[in-house]
Structure formats: structure tokens, C-alpha cells
């Protein structure tokens, strides 16, 4: 709240540790009043798991919140274990050295965070090896004062969120563009005057248009995600993919229907990533040269 009003951010700001946080996320994500959520460790694990449209940027704890963190503890002790999901734990030991602290580090696993005996079983073992003051998130903080041992938090201080607050305005306005782009596409796509498949690498149908609806009357839910090969043989998608090259005016016969095709394959690296397939049917080729010709 502080670093938005230094700043002048407008930013939704809710409460919510781990699934009570993804549980916010995603009402959020669900009401379209955001476009990017900012969250740190086990809650952060536990909204991109629940959320799946928006990207999530985590708030990364600097050196200066693990120094503050660590400084406090050192005026108790010289021995403490740091606990915490990754990249929390990342590059701490060298601490240790310049403040003459014995540092154990713990590095959590982030299916750990639903199941949080894991994380208790792990503090009791650093307890019985002596390490009675734990630096560290809040889900390690929380068990660690039910087992009865000394805790600090590692709060993230102005220059962490401030970082993520610029990383995530920058993700949104790169999410922004692209979900443009993919709009722009779609209307392309959905008003093109002829067929339009696309396929995957795996040969997975990704992409079956209005127009492909309506030339082989079937329903788009019904084959989109499903093997190019079992909804249409005739196409021999295997030695497409192996010829690898633009084949333009291909004509095959899908059931009674004849079609007239260009076979587009997408390269990135020199490796076809996705093959698109638009198309006519022959009749309707033949009434439009018809008409050309009147």
C-alpha cells in the first residue's frame, strides 16, 4: 500500500496465505478485473496452480531482506537454519561467511506446501541437530512456532516489490499485445472464406474453422484435440510432414466430399512446428469459375 501511494500504483491488494491466496487469485481471474497476479513462495506455488489464464509474477526476496532477516536473528544466535521454497534459498550460504553465522538451509519442495508435514518433519530433524532459530516464508515460520522454536520472518521490503510491481507491468502490456494478435488471428481465422485445420507436431488437431464446420459438417469440439490421422486418414499426415514443403492445389476425397487444398508447414529452426491445412470444396471452386466465366 505504501510503495502505491510513493508511486502512485493502482493496485488490487488481498490478503490470503496459500490456498486461501489462490483461492482470491482466482476470483479474481474470474471477475476480469486483472491482468497479471503478484504473489511470493508457497502462495505463489499454490495461485499458479489454480490459476491458469494469467501469468504469475512472484516478489523475489533480495539480499537486503535476507540480510535484515539474518541480522536480527544474529542477535540471538549464530546458528540458524534458513527454510524456504526455491529461489528462496538460492545463494545464501556466502552469507553465512561475511556474518559469521552458521547457516543450515532447507530448500522446500513445492508439492510440500500442501502437505506441510513434510515441512514439519524436515524442522524437527534441524531442530534435533541444534539449529533452534529459523529465518525464513511463512509457511515455514508458521510450523516452526508450533514445534516452539525461535522465528523471523523474511519480510520483503520496498526494493523486492517494487521490482515486481515494474517486472509485472511489463508482463501485462506484453500479454496485452499478444492476446491483440491472438484476436486479430481468430477474426481471420473464424471469417476466412475457406477451410482452415491446423495440426501439431504430435498431429493433434489445434485449429478446425466455421468454414471446415460447414464443409464437412462436423461440429469443432468434435475434432479439435483428436489425431489428424484418425478424422482423416485421407490426408496421410505422416507423409506431409515428411515431404516438409508447401504443396499448393492438392485435391483428395474425405468420405464424398473433394476438396482442393494448400498444405502450409510452420518452421521455427528449421523444425515444423505446426502444419496448416486451408481448403475448398471442388464444387464450389467449379461454381465460382462458373460464374467467372458468365
Known sequence: SEICQEFNKKIIIKIGDLEEGARQAVELEEQGVIDV????????????????????????????DLIRALHQARKET??????G????????????DIMNIDIEILTLKENWYEHTLYVEKKLKEIKKQGYNWIVGDNISVEIAERLGMNTVLVESGKEALMQSILE??????VRK?????????????DF?????????QKGVIDTFNPQAVKIFEKEAYKIIGKNVNKMFPEFDFSKITKIGQKIEGKIWTVGDIKI???I????????????VITFQKVSQVQKIEQKIRE
Open 177 to 189: 499485445k499478444e492476446l491483440e494478435k491472438n484476436k486479430r488471428i481468430k477474426s481471420i481465422i
Open 78 to 83: 549464530n546458528k540458524v537454519a534458513v527454510v
Open 264 to 275: 502450409i508447414p510452420i518452421k521455427i529452426n528449421n523444425e515444423i512446428v505446426r502444419t
Open 168 to 173: 509485472a507491468e511489463r508482463v501485462a502490456e
Open 192 to 200: 476466412a472464406y475457406e477451410g482452415i485445420i491446423t495440426v501439431d
Open 85 to 96: 521454497f526455491y529461489p528462496f534459498t538460492y545463494g545464501i550460504k556466502g552469507l553465512g
Open 37 to 64: 497476479v503478484i504473489s511470493r513462495g508457497g502462495t505463489a506455488i499454490a495461485i499458479k496452480k489454480k490459476v491458469t489464464n494469467l501469468p504469475v509474477v512472484e516478489v523475489q526476496i533480495s539480499g537486503f
Open 260 to 262: 482442393v487444398a494448400n
